[in-house]
């Protein structure tokens, strides 16, 4: 009976903390489970775009990222292998199970809504418009360069361009309208951005 009563009752590790096995012997072994981190006192998922493979000791590395341009479908994600998703503006690239997957900014002309919405690929611009940046997240994003218009209406397709140079007419850019015309007997020239741009055809007259 002496002995029995001599037995110290295992401790509760602090609240959120678990052990990495059965056995333990002592509270330096209390840590956050696999996708969780510890931090002044308290348990928190590790946040979307990281991930903890690991029991987590406080002080010891916090949640690691995935690459850049790549997340996870949520938050305490605990491998590599779950950074599986394009973040928007990007697509990508390789994937192996114990890197997770790598990613690239789509290129101009080029966007995407991000793994999450719907693909982790880059879709090319409709109708032969174009984009501003490299890494545009939303088709919304596909307009006109400067000195281009739209031609309407557009075509079903949309790998069939529908883009034309102002010839005789001018769009400042970086939107979907059709060039606004110069008028008769007038033609463009230069940037073909503004109205300032418009010239009278040689031998003709207003």
Do not use: M
């Amino acid at each position: 009976g002496g002995l029995v009563s001599s037995l110290t009752p295992c401790q509760r590790c602090p609240s959120g903390l678990t052990t990495a096995r059965e056995g333990a012997v002592s509270r330096e072994e209390c840590k956050a489970s696999p996708g969780l981190y510890f931090q002044e006192g308290i348990v928190r998922p590790c946040p979307p775009g990281t991930y903890q493979p690991d029991y987590h000791l406080q002080g010891s590395e916090a949640c690691k990222p995935c690459a850049a341009g790549v997340t996870t479908a949520g938050s305490a994600a605990t491998a590599a292998a779950e950074c599986a998703f394009a973040q928007p503006g990007y697509g990508l690239t390789t994937c192996g199970n114990s890197s997770g997957c790598h990613a690239q900014a789509c290129a101009v002309g080029s966007y995407n809504i991000g793994g999450l919405q719907g693909t982790n690929s880059c879709q090319v611009c409709p109708w032969g418009l174009t984009t501003q940046d490299v890494g545009a997240t939303h088709v919304s994003a596909c307009l006109v360069p400067p000195g281009h218009g739209v031609t309407y209406p557009l075509p079903a397709d949309a790998a069939v361009p529908a883009v034309e140079l102002c010839s005789a007419g001018y769009n400042p850019g970086w939107n979907r309208r059709a060039c606004t015309p110069c008028g008769v007997n007038i033609t463009s020239r230069n940037n073909r951005t503004s109205a300032w741009d418009c010239f009278v055809l040689k031998g003709q007259g207003l």
